[in-house]
């Protein structure tokens, strides 16, 4: 079957301006590393899929009962991401119109709970998102946001981690509605059935924010808490490797609330062409490679967290389970803040992100951590030696970060490693 392909072709004849810019992110793309936790490369086909003219259709509303005509294909799509998506995870009702993870969140409060009540999240400097609300953020304007977070650090690595007796306090002692477990920056496995005791035992219900370890759990890396948590919500482009964008997975109980949270509650018509993106990706993450990918990110990344140990660099919560390494670099350089060491890496060619460690003296702003995550690298069949190679890499920038010979040396080698390991190939 034939379709307009998305090419480079036609976007630089038709419009050189945006055609360069996307070949200067492609070649960005190719010759540095990517180590934001939060980002992957999804598959040609899932890139094929982005570029169709799905992004034509209006379908308001859900498979068999749209607001208009024409959706007799587009309801075929949107069932086939479903179905996939229910089977990838065991759950009984999927919503894959979710804009953004954060749309996911909005509209699942939105299903569960009404406006002023109060919900128990992870304090956001202890490694909760934004929409487990922030000040900043209007999930903090609509409901009332009281927070835990993670034990002390202990020098032997065995602190930093989800403080569940504090969990049980605050929730006996705040009688949330809803209890949020998940978080953007959190190194360790999140056991949903300790957060399903303490709902429980508080009569609250349970949202499991699973934006970055998806993959994880599609891929059997990681404890999955569909069937556990009340709702599932994550993000589809984080390690589960498919287009930007979100989803929510519930039980059959909360499937009604959950449709109309999304539409009409919250968005309007869904975006189709990244629905079929994600029905490609789906398909991706149920063949057998996928759970292969899934441990090997884990194993990458215990590989990187001990090669940075061993660089001088302080691990928060002592390691890894996931995807993620967060390091404390005030054991590695008192002086060396968050901002300036992702603005000197970036010099070299090695994309990471700043990230507040818990308890940071530092501002969000400034920060005195870095957050690496594997999912990208490990994409492109990056390995043990590719991640021993790589800490080294950021520690010699680090080290020697106001000479510009010695960056500029770092950003040839970087190049010469991408070489090997490209996302896309030769184009
Ligand atoms: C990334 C993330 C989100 C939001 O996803 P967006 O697609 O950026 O809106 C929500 N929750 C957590 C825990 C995340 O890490």
Not at 244 to 260: H, N, T
Not at 278 to 286: D, I, N, P, T
Not at 335 to 346: H, I, N, S, W, Y
Request: aromatic share 6%; hydrophobic share 40%.
């Amino acid at each position: 079957m034939s379709f307009i392909p998305s090419t480079s072709a036609i976007l630089n004849s038709a419009d050189p301006d945006v055609g360069r810019l996307v070949g200067e992110e492609f070649d960005r793309q190719q010759t540095t590393l990517q180590l934001i936790a939060s980002e992957n490369f999804v598959s040609e086909a899932v890139l094929a899929a982005s570029g169709t003219v799905l992004t034509n259709k209006y379908s308001e509303g859900y498979p068999g009962r749209r607001y208009y005509g024409g959706n007799q294909i587009v309801d075929q799509v949107e069932d086939l991401a479903r179905e996939r998506l229910k089977q990838l995870f065991g759950a009984e009702h999927a919503n894959v119109q979710p804009h953004a993870g954060a749309n996911a969140n909005l509209a699942a409060y939105m299903a569960l709970i009404e406006p002023g009540d109060t919900v128990l999240a992870m304090k956001l400097d202890h490694g909760g998102h934004l929409t487990h609300g922030s000040p900043a953020n209007v999930t903090s304007k609509i409901w009332r946001f009281v927070d835990y977070g993670l034990t002390p650090a202990a020098d032997d690595g065995s602190g930093e981690r989800i403080d569940f007796n504090q969990v049980r306090d605050r929730a006996i002692a705040e009688r949330p509605k809803l209890i949020v477990a998940g978080a953007t920056a959190y190194s360790r496995t999140i056991d949903a059935r300790i957060f399903r005791e303490i709902a429980d035992e508080v009569g609250a219900l349970l949202m499991f924010d699973a934006a970055h370890p998806a993959g994880l759990i599609a891929g059997g890396a990681h404890p999955s808490p569909v069937g556990i948590a009340d709702v599932v919500t994550f993000t589809t482009h984080k390690t589960l490797r498919g287009p930007r964008g979100g989803a929510i997975l519930s039980s059959a109980e909360f499937a009604k609330k959950v449709d109309s949270a999304i539409f009409p509650g919250l968005q309007g018509g869904p975006l189709e062409h990244a629905i079929a993106a994600k029905a490609v990706a789906f398909g991706e993450a149920l063949r057998p490679e996928f759970s292969v990918y899934a441990h090997q990110i884990v194993a990458n990344a215990k590989v990187l967290a001990a090669a940075l140990s061993a660089e001088g660099f302080r691990l928060v919560a002592g390691g890894t389970d996931n995807h993620i390494v967060l390091v404390d670099l005030r054991t590695f350089d008192a002086a060396l803040t968050g901002k300036e060491a992702q603005e000197v890496l970036d010099r070299a060619g090695i994309t990471c992100n700043r990230n507040t460690i818990p308890d940071d003296p530092r501002s969000p702003f400034v920060t005195s951590g870095l957050r690496f995550g594997t999912p990208a690298m490990t994409t492109t069949g990056m390995g043990v030696p590719e991640m021993e190679h790589v800490a080294q890499l950021i520690a010699r920038t680090l080290r020697h970060r106001t000479d510009d010979a010695q960056i500029a040396a770092t950003r040839a080698e970087v190049a010469e490693l991408c070489r090997g390991f490209q996302p896309y190939g030769t184009h």
